[in-house]
């Protein structure tokens, strides 16, 4: 139930701080290490490349998942939107791994290669929001999001618990393969938790920012480098799906290939500058559009604060920060939509879950 909420959207954004808090709580044993199926473990340590298979908002937290799955726990990870791979499969390694991203555990596109790859003898995973669906069911394994029911066709817990519950999956594989870490991934996520909630409580500004920069708008671009492409790419998608403004994320040095001959006077560009490597890049990039007219929105974490940004984030440990700083593109999104009249919960021609291929 909605409870007090207007909508089931704003209840969902809100609840994320909770399910970190429960996926730390189902994820560690007695000794605060991680809990995690033997049988996954062995799965991870045995395979020589993942493969991720989703769609829509699972595909983007699978983005950032190869990020964790490749630079924590060094294994090799391509990520596939899940109606592409069907009939256009790569070639395989030897010892592949599939690991199945989605909510609802019911979405056709990815039913049918689990159906192949099931065929083929390659070991599955499914992280899912629903552990008795078809493809939790239908894999080898399963991973819990504990995030609760998503009701909202625009996904945003499930989004964040994923990457949370990818983090956790990478870290073990790290350990178990007897790789150094220098963090918790468990600490860390409590720290995210926190950001959260500071996050939630910034909705009034976040409202104005979406009035400021989208009131009147027809088109908005979303621009980043690394994770925040990837977040950036989440971002349009929420946008665009709820509010029906055409929104397209961009890797900030592909711009000028082609797309910055969209920018006029007025157009939005929300920036994220969350990375600090490659922080004086994404700001040129802005500069770039600025100069071109664009109405520049930028986010960044405190400690890469410029004078002129438009929000700050709290500072989390910097994989974890898409955790972080999708939460303000999700609020912004939801006040867009509602300020257009926009049936937030159940935007036009979408279902909540795909079922069709
Ligand atoms: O249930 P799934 O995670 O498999 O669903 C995948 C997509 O259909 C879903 O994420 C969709 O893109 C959302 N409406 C995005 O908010």
């Known amino acids: 139930e909605k409870g007090t909420y207007p909508h089931f959207m704003l209840k969902e954004i809100d609840e994320q701080p909770f399910v970190m808090r429960k996926i730390i709580q189902e994820y560690q ?14 799965a991870m340590a045995d395979c020589d490349r993942v493969y991720i298979i989703a769609a829509g908002t699972s595909y983007h937290a699978g983005l ?16 596939h939107i899940a109606s592409e791979f069907s009939y256009n499969m790569p070639l395989l390694s030897e010892k592949p791994l599939f690991v199945f991203i989605s909510q609802s555990g019911e979405t056709a596109d990815l039913r049918s290669v689990l159906v192949e790859i099931n065929k083929l003898g390659h070991p599955a995973l499914t992280i899912t ?32 618990a994923q990457m949370a519950v990818l983090a956790i999956l990478a870290v073990d594989t790290a350990r178990a393969k007897g790789l150094t870490l ?21 909705k009034d500004q976040l409202e104005q920012v979406a009035r400021d920069y989208l009131s009147t708008t027809r088109n908005c671009f979303f621009i980043g480098r690394g994770l925040d492409y990837f977040v950036g790419l989440e971002g349009a998608l929420k946008l665009k799906e709820i509010s ?8 900030g040095g592909e711009l000028k290939h082609g797309t910055i001959a969209l920018i006029e006077d007025g157009t939005p560009v929300i920036a994220l500058a969350t990375q600090d490597h490659v922080n004086s890049s994404i700001r040129s990039n802005v500069q770039e559009v600025v100069t071109r007219g664009a ?16 929000f700050v984030i709290p500072t989390v440990h910097p994989l974890l920060t898409p955790l972080v700083s999708v939460l303000p593109l999700q609020i912004i999104s939801y006040y867009a939509a509602l300020h257009r009249d926009c049936d937030v919960d159940k935007p036009r021609n979408l279902a909540k879950s795909v079922t069709v291929e």
């Open 295 to 310: 109405n520049a929105c930028i986010i960044s974490p405190e400690e890469l604060y410029r004078e002129g940004d438009a």
């Open 64 to 79: 950032i998942g190869k990020e964790f799955l490749e630079k924590i726990a060094q294994v090799p990870t391509e990520v």
């Open 244 to 251: 029906y403004i055409q929104a397209e994320g961009f890797a």
């Open 29 to 42: 044993d007695d000794h605060d290490q991680i809990k995690l199926d033997e049988d996954i473990r062995q």
């Open 129 to 160: 929001n629903v552990p008795g669906s078809t493809l939790s069911r239908e894999a080898d394994y399963t991973l819990n999001l504990f995030a609760g029911p998503e009701i909202a066709v625009a996904s945003t817990k499930a989004y964040t």
């Open 182 to 202: 220098d963090f918790d991934p468990l600490k860390e996520l409590a720290i995210v938790g926190n950001a959260m909630e500071t996050l939630c409580d910034q």
